[in-house]
C-alpha cells in the first residue's frame, strides 16, 4: 500500500509539475487583420506573465501603450514591415512604448515619432530590473530612441538594431540613453544623426559596445558619439567612428567627465576605427584608466 501511495504521489507532483509548465509557457495574442486583437495596445492591456504577442505587418499610428507583463515576447515581422508611428503621442507621457515587466524580449519592429511634453518621448521607455532584449528593430525620429531610468539591476540589450534622428535638438536627449543599469550590451548597431544630442549615453554600471557604427556622415550633428560620464567597467571593440565636420563636439568617445564610479576603466579594442571630419578633435578623452 505504501508503494501505492507513493506512485500516486508521484502522479500527482507530475500533474501539478505539468499544469505548471502549461502556464509558464503563456499563450499567443496576435494582433493584425482578423485577428483576436486589431492594434498592439489591445493586446498590452491583457497580456500576461509568459505571453507572447506576434504583430503582423502593418502600420500603426498614434497606438501607444503601457507594457507590465513579465517574461513578455513582442515579435513584429521586421522592422519594415512592422511600424509604429507614434505621430507625436506618448503612452503615460513617457514613450510610445513603455516596458515595466521584467525580462522582456523585442524584435523586428520600427518604433518612431515618439514626443511629449517634456521632450523625452521615447520609442521605448524602459522602468524595470531584470533583463530587455531588443533585437533588429529600428528607431526612428524620436526624442529619445530609448530612454531608461534608475533599475540598479537591469541588463539591456541591443542587437542588430538601428538608432537614428534621435533628439529633441536641445543636446539633453539622445538617440540611446541607458540610465543607472547593471549592464549595457550594444552589439552590431548603428546609431547616428542625433540632433544635437549623443549617439549613445550610458551610465550603466558596465557598458559593452561591439561592432557597432557610428558614423555621422557629413551633415550629421551628433554631440559625442559615445559617452560614459560616469564611467563604469567600459568596453569597445571592433567599432567604426565617423565624426561629422560639423558636429558641435569635436570628441568622439567621453568617458568619466561627470565623476566615474569606483573601479572604473575604460578598454578601448586596436580594431576600432576612428574617422574625425572637423578641422580638430579628439578621438577618446577619458578621466579613468584605460586598459
Partial sequence: MRHIRHIKAAGVSLAIFLAMATVATGAELNVGPGAAFGKPSEAAKVAKDGDTVRIAAGEWRGDVCVWRANNLTILGEGPDKTILDAEGRTAAGKGLWVVQGTNVTIRGLTLRGAACRDRNGAGIRHEA?????????????????????????????????????????????????VGRAKKLIFRDCVS????????LKSRALETVIERCVFDDGDDGRCSYLVNCPNGGHVSISGCRFVQSPVAPNGTMVSVGEEGAYPDSYLDIATDNVFENRRASGTKVRSTVPMR
Fill in 192 to 199: 547616428d544623426h542625433a540632433r544635437e544630442g549623443h549617439a
Fill in 129 to 177: 530590473d531584470g533583463a530587455l532584449m531588443v533585437s533588429e528593430c529600428r528607431f526612428e525620429d524620436n526624442e529619445d530612441g530609448f530612454l531608461s531610468g534608475v533599475a540598479t539591476n537591469a541588463v539591456l540589450t541591443f542587437e542588430r538594431c538601428v538608432f537614428r534622428g534621435g533628439g529633441f535638438g536641445d543636446g539633453y536627449s539622445h538617440n540611446i540613453y
